[in-house]
């Protein structure tokens, strides 16, 4: 699956970019602000692939003007009750401090909320990691509890349009975002159901969009609602 929007692009994990997102985990800079932090092995990430290759986990390498820099993910999803779990990190290094990871969470999380529809979305946080907390608190993320070291956040889908206007039109501009988004599922994506129920949610949004279905890929041209 490529999920796309101006410069930035969203692919899915798969056989051909698992070990460079290995090797992103493993860096110190990534690790060690990670609930899990201990070195990942080849075999384990392969297990990992296996265990999250399925319709109700979605983690995607996110690229800028198609340079790779991070994975965005969205695990547990409920589709029933319209909730998931978040998270993000960034492996390359280069673009830690820049604006380009949270312009490209922004907008991905705005076309979760308003085009796919899910009303909730969760965080687990390590309790010292204040950079991500205060980011997260940003995009209207309030605390739910505590668990030893991890905290629980929740996003709400009417906090999150309220708190990031602002953000939200900085984004466009970093992206050259025109509102357009672009979904291409492949015979994998089309195998698992993504097919069906992208257009299930979609229709369920009342979300415009026009699907293309080639010999074995399948094109949804979207235009996502502001709110």
Not at 200 to 216: K, N
Request: include cysteine; charge should be neutral.
């Amino acid at each position: 699956m490529i999920v796309e929007s101006g410069d930035f692009s969203f692919h899915s994990i798969t056989e051909d970019n698992l070990e460079m997102v290995r090797q992103w985990r493993n860096s110190e800079f990534v690790r060690t602000n990670m609930i899990f932090q201990d070195i990942i092995s080849e075999e384990q990430q392969k297990q990992w692939y296996k265990r999250i290759s399925n319709i109700n986990n979605i983690y995607f390498v996110a690229h800028f003007k198609q340079t790779p820099f991070g994975v965005m993910n969205y695990k547990n999803i409920n589709w029933k009750k319209n909730e998931a779990e978040a998270g993000i990190f960034v492996g390359s290094k280069e673009y830690i401090q820049t604006q380009i990871p949270s312009a490209a969470a922004v907008l991905l999380m705005h076309f979760t909320f308003f085009a796919i529809g899910m009303e909730k979305i969760y965080s687990e946080i390590l309790k010292n990691n204040q950079s991500v907390i205060f980011y997260n608190t940003g995009l209207g993320f309030s605390f739910l509890r505590e668990e030893q070291n991890v905290q629980w956040w929740e996003l709400q889908k009417k906090i999150f349009s309220e708190k990031t206007m602002k953000l939200l039109n900085a984004a466009k501009i970093i992206s050259n975002h025109q509102h357009q988004w672009k979904i291409s599922l492949f015979p994998d994506d089309i195998s698992k159901g993504f097919a069906g129920l992208i257009q299930q949610r979609l229709d369920l949004c009342s979300t415009e969009y026009q699907l293309i279905e080639y010999e074995s890929v399948c094109v949804f041209h979207i235009t996502c609602k502001e709110s």
